[in-house]
């Protein structure tokens, strides 16, 4: 457990995470937020623990928006969809109901039946609270890359990772569209199961954001582009425990949470 919390605090520390007063500092600048970004695969930077940034491009976007401004939120609304210009990132009635991806036979070799399985729960989490559709499309994991435009998305295991996990956003492009699932994710993580972390990621698919960005408060603020569906939550499957959250079992989709994805997704 302390290694997978270390890893995520690495990651929430790319905005700032600090305490209650960590949005009262001056923002670092652009050569120290660049200089502590992690650069994942091709051209794909991860910030706030586990969430995709396309391109050097996209990460000064980021920052400019976000980092820079030093903006705080608030706790007027559970559940928070990633909100931008005014509109909520979602996908489509259709699309929502089609989200096919492969799981990579050859990265996770061994452990393709484990992750086979703890996709096919994850998934099954959402679908049965929101009119969502996660389809496993088998027929392309021998061949499941990032460039695989047979399905939406792809599964796929690395290793070494600082994340234990890492997914993305509805308005992702292809390239980005994937869930990377670090090795250390099968071994022990303490009350964390695969299948909860999984659980999580697919918010992250969906569109949802960190619950813990809803209040400064937390300590891991990350930025106002947010919109909240429900009462902030702290036991909330969107929840980093270390970001003050209450949940100390495994990560599960609490009554709130459920009632925001299915005022999302009806």
């Given amino acids: 457990m302390r290694k997978l919390s270390m890893a995520l605090l ?5 905005v700032g995470c600090g305490g209650p007063e960590a949005s009262e500092k001056a923002p670092m600048s652009w050569e120290e937020f660049r200089a502590s970004a992690i650069n994942d695969e091709g051209d794909v930077f991860v910030v706030n623990g586990d969430e995709a940034v396309e391109g ?11 980092v ?10 559970s559940l928070a969809v990633y909100y931008l210009s005014g509109r909520d ?39 049965a609270t929101a009119n969502v559709n996660f389809i496993h499309s088998s027929s392309y994991d021998s061949s499941c890359t990032a460039s695989q435009t047979g399905v939406f998305f792809d599964v796929r295991m690395v290793s070494g990772q600082s ?21 250390s994710a099968f071994g022990n993580m303490g009350a964390w199961t695969l299948t909860g972390v999984l659980r999580h990621e697919l918010g992250h698919v969906l569109g949802f954001r960190h619950e813990h960005t809803r209040l400064s408060s937390t300590g891991c603020y990350e930025d106002a582009n947010w919109r909240g569906l429900t009462n902030y939550d702290s036991y909330s499957v969107m929840h ?7 949940q100390t079992g495994d990560l599960v989709l609490t009554s709130m949470d459920k009632t925001g994805a299915r005022a999302l997704y009806p």
Avoid: H
């Fill in 10 to 14: 690495a990651g929430v520390a790319l």
């Fill in 68 to 77: 820079a401004n030093g903006d705080v939120g608030s706790s007027e609304g």
């Fill in 56 to 66: 050097e491009q996209g990460l000064r976007e980021y920052y400019d928006a976000f």
């Fill in 163 to 183: 994340y234990t996990a890492r997914a993305f956003f509805p308005n992702s492009s292809r390239s980005a569209r994937n869930v990377l699932v670090d090795s």
């Fill in 240 to 246: 980093y425990p270390q970001c003050r959250g209450s």
């Fill in 89 to 127: 990132v979602k996908y489509s009635a259709t699309q929502a109901r089609n989200l096919t991806y492969c799981i990579s036979s050859s990265s996770f070799g061994t452990r393709y039946s484990t992750m086979v399985s703890a996709m096919n729960s994850a998934a099954a989490a959402w679908e």
